[in-house]
């Protein structure tokens, strides 16, 4: 199950996106401004964004540079109802995940959320990878096991929390 939060200025897409989430089985978060937007991602936990295109204010394109420059690595699904090839080549140049028309079948969700929580999941074993990979590098860089060796470790490990300097 994955938080994903709804951005649309209309309030029945909005139900019916959240609707279909339910019943795909994630928890939706409904949004109808991008100030509401920004408050459920302050809160922390979403996986996932789908977006309108058009809305009164900011786009969805402003919406997603905004996410952006407020450090939100966040993948995020573009919708919009003025479908056209070029609206969906800036979007995805501009960092969205995936581009939809409107309307947007169930089947069609389904499979799109599918490709964007994928990458959420590579994006967070990859992460998993580097910091135990650094924790490895960080815990041990000197091989061997003799006695000078393992003495050399102890006197490391006492002198490493200190700003003194060591010759070793």
Do not use: W
């Not at 947007?104 to 490709?115: D, F």
């Not at 960080?138 to 490990?157: D, F, W, Y």
């Amino acid at each position: 199950m994955s938080t994903i939060l709804c951005l649309d200025d209309d309030a029945a897409i909005v139900v019916a996106l959240e609707r279909v989430l339910r019943h795909l089985g994630h928890e939706p978060l409904g949004a109808r401004t991008t100030t509401e937007a920004l408050q459920h991602l302050a809160r922390g936990g979403v996986e996932l964004v789908l977006s309108d295109y058009q809305m009164p204010g900011l786009t969805g394109l402003d919406f997603l540079e905004l996410l952006r420059s407020e450090g939100h690595d966040v993948p995020l699904i573009m919708m919009t109802g003025y479908s056209s090839i070029e609206h969906a080549v800036v979007a995805m140049r501009a960092g969205a995940i995936d581009y939809l028309p409107k309307p947007i079948r169930p089947e069609q969700l389904e499979i799109a959320l599918g490709r964007a929580l994928e990458v959420v999941r590579v994006r967070r074993e990859n992460e998993a990878l580097r910091r135990e990979v650094s924790a490895l590098r960080n815990e041990r860089q000197i091989l061997g096991e003799s006695a000078a060796i393992r003495r050399l470790l102890q006197t490391v490990a006492m002198a490493a929390p200190t700003r003194a300097t060591v010759l070793l």
